[in-house]
């Protein structure tokens, strides 16, 4: 199974990075895979703890995959790490193994402290369209652009009919962002 979450990391000199990541969830471990080079991956790797973080603001998602990344956070309990204020639970995890590869490494991760804030009510349709279309930008590089303009054409669907002010506001950020994606392929 694959949870969409985000992760914070923090380098050896403290700086934290956010960002959205599926992880998977393997018996009692918790696997995260990612992509080589990333400031997660560096971040694991030098301080070898994160924070899982559990949120139902989809502008967390779309904002870091649209250069927001300025959330606020609070310190971890257990690790020397920070969750973010918005996370309705977070899970602060340890590296207990790399299994290395040259494009995604797996980082099998072991649960060193788990905290609840608020209770998950469930997403609306516009959620997971907003979701949905974070993960599409994510791969302007990797999917054809046909692909990806129909797949939100149909996302917009949920999204017209269930969204509330997070949600368009999130919206907005990645269709910008496929907007000049296919201003830069026109030139």
């Known amino acids: 199974m694959i949870q969409e979450t985000i992760v914070t990391t923090q380098s050896s000199?403290?700086?934290?990075?956010?960002?959205?990541?599926?992880i998977h969830v393997e018996g009692d471990s918790l696997v995260i895979l990612p992509f080589r080079p990333s400031t997660t991956l560096n971040n694991f790797v030098e301080t070898k703890v994160g924070v899982i973080n559990y949120c139902d603001d989809v502008?967390?998602?779309?904002?870091c995959l649209t250069g927001?990344?300025?959330?606020?956070?609070?310190?971890?309990?257990t690790i020397s790490?920070?969750?973010?204020?918005c996370a309705l639970a977070h899970t602060e995890v340890e590296i207990e193994r790399i299994e290395e590869n040259t494009t995604r490494p797996k980082l099998f991760?072991?649960?060193?402290?788990?905290?609840?804030?608020?209770?998950?009510k469930?997403?609306?349709?516009?959620?997971?369209?907003?979701?949905?279309?974070a993960i599409?930008?994510?791969?302007?590089?990797m999917l054809p652009l046909q692909k990806i303009e129909s797949e939100i054409e149909y996302l917009r669907i949920g999204l017209d009919k269930t969204a509330g002010e997070r949600e368009w506001e999130?919206?907005?950020?990645i269709m910008a962002v496929l907007d000049n994606h296919k201003r830069n392929a026109n030139r």
């Open 81 to 85: 790490g920070k969750f973010l204020e």
């Open 170 to 173: 999130a919206w907005g950020w």
């Open 68 to 77: 927001r990344r300025d959330w606020p956070l609070q310190s971890a309990q």
């Open 59 to 63: 502008r967390v998602f779309a904002g």
């Open 109 to 120: 991760c072991k649960t060193v402290h788990t905290a609840n804030h608020a209770p998950f």
């Open 13 to 22: 000199e403290g700086i934290t990075h956010i960002a959205p990541m599926g």
């Open 122 to 133: 469930g997403f609306n349709r516009a959620q997971f369209s907003v979701l949905e279309a």
């Open 136 to 141: 599409l930008i994510s791969r302007l590089d």
